[in-house]
T-cell receptor, first 114, second 115 residues
Framework: GDSVTQTEGPVTLSEGTSLTVNCSYE??????LFWYVQYPGEGPQLLFKVPKANEKGSNRGFEATYNKEATSFHLQKASVQESDSAVYYCALGEGGGSNYKLTFGKGTLLTVTP | GGIITQTPKFLIGQEGQKLTLKCQQN?????MYWYRQDSGKGLRLIYYSITENDLQKGDLSEGYDASREKKSSFSLTVTSAQKNEMAVFLC??????????????FGPGTRLLVL
């Protein structure tokens, strides 16, 4: 079946340093790839999504490129801030109608220290 | 915009008890979902409902029932709570337009503790 594997946390960074959260996926179909972010006490919310291979998504300084050949969708940010502390989920969406499914990775907890 | 409301926010139950969690959305979304979130395991799909009166099992449906009362509401029942169980149950909703591209919008969660 489909699967998503991402960097095991927790990850602790100092403010101003760069972030990479690795995400690899397995599927036999043509998925849309998502990054969701979850702040403490809240549900996950969409950071951005990319429906097509070789395209890049971005939001709030975060970005990721849908690499179909490498089956990867790594999240990057050049300079993290304390407010970026959250859990980040990579997810794979495919199918439609009654076959629609969103498969999540296990999440990566990021803590940014001042 | 819209919002997803989950009630209750915290739920404490006894072993063997039947417990019901409720979810309401005002996005006018077609599809609603229930996920279970455990530390270190990510989000696992319990049930989802494509439209009103539809019900589909996810990967983790054993031990749960669900009910889509109307388009805006979706309930989840823990049929027999397990002792020492602790998890967050997340409700989500989405349109069903773009074959796998639809964004799911999540509620804040119900935190369950079984004594």
């Amino acid at each position: 079946g489909d699967s998503v594997t991402q960097t095991e946390g927790p990850v602790t960074l100092s403010e101003g340093t760069s972030l990479t959260v690795n995400c690899s996926y397995e599927t036999k179909q043509y998925p849309t790839l998502f990054w969701y972010v979850q702040y403490p006490g809240e549900g996950p919310q969409l950071l951005f999504k990319v429906p097509k291979a070789n395209e890049k998504g971005s939001n709030r300084g975060f970005e990721a490129t849908y690499n179909k050949e490498a089956t990867s969708f790594h999240l990057q940010k050049a300079s993290v801030q304390e407010s970026d502390s959250a859990v980040y989920y990579c997810a794979l969406g495919e199918g439609g109608g009654s076959n629609y499914k969103l498969t999540f990775g296990k999440g990566t907890l990021l803590t940014v220290t001042p | 915009g819209g919002i997803i409301t989950q009630t209750p926010k915290f739920l404490i139950g006894q072993e063997g008890q039947k417990l019901t969690l409720k979810c309401q959305q005002n996005f006018n979304h077609d599809t609603m979902y229930w996920y279970r979130q455990d530390s270190g395991k990510g989000l696992r799909l319990i049930y989802y409902s494509i439209t009103e009166n539809d019900l589909q099992k996810g990967d983790l449906s054993e031990g749960y029932d669900a009910s889509r009362e109307k388009k805006s509401s979706f309930s989840l029942t823990v049929t027999s709570a397990q002792k020492n169980e602790m998890a967050v149950f997340l409700c989500a909703s989405s349109f069903l337009r773009d074959w796998g591209q639809d964004t799911q919008y999540f509620g804040p969660g119900t935190r369950l503790l079984v004594l």
